[in-house]
C-alpha cells in the first residue's frame, strides 16, 4: 500500500470500518508512515471531541405527551386524562400478562426468557417514557446501595463502573414477573442502560446470553446467587462489556436478609 | 397499532430523533414539527414495520430523515450541496490535511457553529456517526446511500470541521 491509496481509507480505519485483510495492510503502512499515521491521529481526536463535546439535543418535555395523543383517538387530552388512559393501559398489559403467565405456564427456559425479556424491555421503555429512570439519582455508589434497605429484601451489588465507561445514574425499583426487582441505571455514552437484578439461586453461575427484543438488546446472566438482565438501545458488546466489568470486580457476596 | 407497540417502539427513540432533526433543521422549532410529523407517519406506516431494519431507531431515524428533506424542500431551505455527484471519483483528496488542531482548543459552541455549516448532506453522517455511534451500514441504510458514499461524505464532512474548526481556532487567537 501507499500512501495514496491509504488516504482515501483513512476515515474507514479510524472507524474501525474495513475488514481485516485491508486492515492489517494499513496497520503496516502506518506503522512506517508517519505522516498517515498522524493523518489518522487527526480524524480520532476530531472524532473523539464531536463525541465528547457537541451537544446532544434531547426531545422537549411534552413532545412524548404530545404525540402520545395523536396515538389515542381519544376525546378530551388534557394532561390528567393522559395520565389515567396510560395507566389504564399499563394495568390491562399486566392484567394480560399475569393471564398468559398463569394460563400458559414457561414450558422451557428459553420461552420463559423470551417473555420476561419482553417484561424487562417494557420496564426499560416504561422508565424512558415516564421520565422515571430512577427513584433515587446518584452517582455514588454509597448512596444508591443503602438506598435499596428496607425497600426489598436483597442487597443488590451496585458498583462504580466509571473506569469502564459506565456512568452510574442511580436505582430504582421494578416489578418482575410478581417480585420485586433492583434496578440499577448506568449511562454509556448517550445510551441509558437498566439492569434489572433479582435473587435467583442456579446453584452455579451462568454465562451470559443475549436476545433482542424490539431493537434493544439484551444480556442476561446469574451470578452470585442474582439473577442479572441488562437492556439498553447500546450494542451487545457494551452490554458484555458490563457484564464483564461486573464480574470482575466483584463485591463481596450480597447477603439475603431474614 | 396498539398503543403499547407506539410506546415501545416509536418513543424511546424520541431523543435520536429529535436530535437529527435538530441538525438538520438547525433549529428547535423546527425540530419540534418534523419530529412530529415524522412520528405520525411512523404510526401510519407501522404495520409495514416487522423489524427488517437492523432496528426500530434506524427504522425511525430513516422516517426522520425523509420527512425532515420533505420539509427543507417545502420551506425551500434545501439545496444540494454542489460537487456531490463527484464524491465517488477522489477519496484520497478527502484525507485530513497535514495542519495540526490543537482538540482541547475547541469547545461546544465552535464545534455546533461548524457542524451547522456543513452541507446537509454531511451533517447527517456526521451526526449519525458521532452522536448516534452507528456503523456504515446502518448509515447507508438510514440515507439510502451506497456504503462508499457514507464513508466519502463522512471524509469529506470530517474535512471540512477541521478546516472550520481550524479558522476559528486562528481566528480565537489572533
Known amino acids: 500500500m501507499n500512501c495514496d491509496s491509504v488516504k482515501g481509507l483513512l476515515n474507514a480505519y479510524a472507524d474501525c470500518e474495513l475488514d481485516l485483510v485491508r486492515t492489517l495492510e494499513m496497520d503496516q503502512h502506518l506503522h512506517e508512515c508517519q505522516g498517515c499515521s498522524a493523518a489518522v491521529e487527526q480524524v480520532r481526536s476530531l472524532s473523539s471531541a464531536i463525541r465528547e463535546k457537541l451537544p446532544y439535543h434531547r426531545a422537549p418535555e411534552g413532545l412524548a405527551k404530545r404525540i402520545g395523543r395523536g396515538v389515542q383517538p381519544s376525546t378530551e387530552a388534557g394532561p390528567r386524562t393522559y395520565r389515567r388512559t396510560w395507566l389504564a393501559a399499563a394495568a390491562a398489559l399486566l392484567l394480560f400478562a399475569s393471564i398468559v403467565g398463569i394460563v400458559i405456564p414457561a414450558l422451557a427456559d428459553r420461552s420463559a426468557n423470551r ?9 426499560h421503555v416504561r422508565s424512558l417514557m415516564a421520565e422515571h429512570l430512577t427513584d433515587v439519582p446518584s452517582s455514588d455508589q454509597h448512596t444508591v446501595k443503602p438506598w435499596f434497605d428496607g ?8 458498583e462504580d463502573l466509571s473506569a469502564q465507561g459506565f456512568t452510574l445514574v442511580g436505582g430504582r425499583l421494578d416489578y418482575i414477573q410478581q417480585h420485586s426487582a433492583a434496578v440499577l441505571v448506568y449511562r454509556y455514552r448517550k445510551h441509558p442502560i437498566n439492569l434489572f437484578i433479582w435473587p435467583e439461586d442456579r446453584g452455579t453461575s451462568t454465562s451470559a446470553a443475549t436476545l433482542t427484543r424490539d431493537g434493544y438488546n439484551l444480556l442476561h446472566w446469574n451470578d452470585r446467587g442474582m439473577a442479572f438482565w441488562a437492556v439498553s438501545d447500546a450494542s451487545e458488546q457494551t452490554l458484555q462489556a458490563l457484564s ?3 464480574q470482575h470486580n466483584p463485591t463481596p457476596a450480597p447477603t439475603t436478609a431474614p | 397499532m396498539t398503543r403499547e407497540r407506539v410506546e415501545q417502539v416509536v418513543l424511546p427513540h424520541l431523543d435520536a430523533a429529535y436530535n437529527l432533526a435538530h441538525y438538520l ?13 415524522a412520528c405520525l407517519r411512523a404510526i401510519r406506516a407501522f404495520d409495514g414495520y416487522h423489524g427488517g431494519m437492523s432496528s426500530a431507531r434506524s427504522w425511525m431515524l430513516t422516517i426522520v430523515r425523509n420527512t425532515t428533506y420533505t420539509w427543507l424542500r417545502t420551506n425551500r431551505k434545501y439545496a444540494p450541496a454542489t460537487g456531490m455527484d463527484e464524491e465517488m471519483e477522489n477519496v484520497a483528496a478527502d484525507a485530513p490535511d497535514p495542519e495540526q488542531i490543537l482538540m482541547q482548543s475547541v469547545d461546544a459552541q465552535m464545534l455546533a457553529d461548524a457542524v451547522q455549516q456543513l452541507p446537509v448532506e454531511y451533517r447527517e453522517v456526521l451526526v449519525l456517526r458521532e452522536l448516534e455511534v452507528m456503523s456504515y451500514k446502518e448509515i447507508a441504510d438510514i440515507c439510502g446511500l451506497p456504503l462508499g458514499t457514507v464513508m466519502s461524505r463522512l ?3 470530517r474535512k471540512q470541521m477541521q478546516q472550520l474548526l481550524g479558522g476559528k481556532v486562528r481566528g480565537g487567537v489572533a
Open chain 1, 115 to 123: 417473555q420476561l425479556a419482553q417484561e424487562i424491555v417494557a420496564g
Open chain 1, 151 to 158: 425497600r426489598i429484601d436483597f442487597a443488590p451489588p451496585v
Open chain 1, 244 to 246: 464483564d466489568a461486573l
Open chain 2, 25 to 37: 433543521t438547525g433549529n428547535p422549532t423546527d425540530a419540534e414539527d418534523v419530529v412530529q410529523e
Open chain 2, 155 to 157: 471524509a469529506r464532512a
